[in-house]
T-cell receptor, first 111, second 112 residues
Framework: GENVEQHPSTLSVQEGDSAVIKCTYS??????FPWYKQELGKGPQLIID?????GEKKDQRIAVTLNKTAKHFSLHITETQPEDSAVYFC??????????FGTGTSLTVIP | SAVISQKPSRDICQRGTSLTIQCQVD?????MFWYRQQPGQSLTLIAT?????????ESGFVIDKFPISRPNLTFSTLTVSNMSPEDSSIYLC?????????FGSGTRLTVV
C-alpha cells in the first residue's frame, strides 16, 4: 500500500507566525490528498484537501500545495492562533479507495 | 457531507472477551474503512469493507481477530475478538462520501 511520511513530528510556533507541515507519498497513482486536524479525544476532522489536477488550494488561513513530480504536499497555516493547536495528519489515496495517514504533527501555538 | 454515527463511544472490557463496534452512515456509501489509533500514534488502516464481499485486510490484521460485517450500504461492524491489553486503542470507521472521507467519532477501548 501507500507509504506516507510526515515532518516534523512536533512543531511550536508563536501566535501569529506561520506553520508548515510536509508530507511525501510513494504511490504515483494517488490523486487525493486530505489534511485532518485531530483535537484531544475527538475523531479527525477534514480541514482541507487537494486533488492531483491542482497545484495549490487555499481556504482563508490554510493552504495546501502539491508537487506531483516530487510526490510531496504541504500544509501551510498563516497567522496561527492558539485554537490551531492540535495534531495534524496528512493522508494520500486513489480517490475513494483505501487511504493512508502520515505519522502526525503535534502543533502548539504559543500565545 | 455525510454523518457517521459510531457506537459505543468507549468501553472497558475484560481480556479474552469480544467487542463489536457499529457504524451507521446517513447515506449510502460504497466503501467503508476501519482504523486503529493507538495512544499517541497515527491512524492505521485495519481493513476495507465493501457491501456484498469479504473485507480486505491490511498486513498485520486478520479476519479471525477483527471480523467485519457490511450487510448494506449504510452500516458496518468491526469486532475485536479475544481481546488483550494490547488491543487498547481508539477504533474509527470512515467512509468515502464522494466529496471526501468522513469519520465516526471513534470508540475508545480499554482492555483490562
Amino acid at each position: 500500500g501507500e507509504n506516507v511520511e510526515q515532518h516534523p513530528s512536533t512543531l511550536s510556533v508563536q501566535e501569529g507566525d506561520s506553520a508548515v507541515i510536509k508530507c511525501t507519498y510513494s504511490d504515483s497513482a494517488s490523486n487525493y490528498f486530505p489534511w485532518y486536524k485531530q483535537e484531544l479525544g475527538k475523531g479527525p476532522q477534514l480541514i482541507i484537501d487537494i486533488r492531483s489536477n491542482v497545484g495549490e488550494k487555499k481556504d482563508q488561513r490554510i493552504a495546501v500545495t502539491l508537487n506531483k513530480t516530487a510526490k510531496h504536499f504541504s500544509l501551510h497555516i498563516t497567522e496561527t492562533q492558539p485554537e490551531d493547536s492540535a495534531v495534524y495528519f496528512c493522508a494520500a489515496s486513489y480517490e475513494g479507495n483505501q487511504f493512508y495517514f502520515g505519522t502526525g504533527t503535534s502543533l502548539t501555538v504559543i500565545p | 457531507s455525510a454523518v457517521i454515527s459510531q457506537k459505543p463511544s468507549r468501553d472497558i472490557c475484560q481480556r479474552g472477551t469480544s467487542l463489536t463496534i457499529q457504524c451507521q452512515v446517513d447515506s449510502q456509501v460504497t466503501m467503508m474503512f476501519w482504523y486503529r489509533q493507538q495512544p499517541g500514534q497515527s491512524l492505521t488502516l485495519i481493513a476495507t469493507a465493501n457491501q456484498g464481499s469479504e473485507a480486505t485486510y491490511e498486513s498485520g490484521f486478520v479476519i479471525d481477530k477483527f471480523p467485519i460485517s457490511r450487510p448494506n450500504l449504510t452500516f458496518s461492524t468491526l469486532t475485536v475478538s479475544n481481546m488483550s491489553p494490547e488491543d487498547s486503542s481508539i477504533y474509527l470507521c470512515s467512509a468515502w462520501t464522494g466529496a471526501g472521507y468522513t469519520f465516526g467519532s471513534g470508540t475508545r477501548l480499554t482492555v483490562v
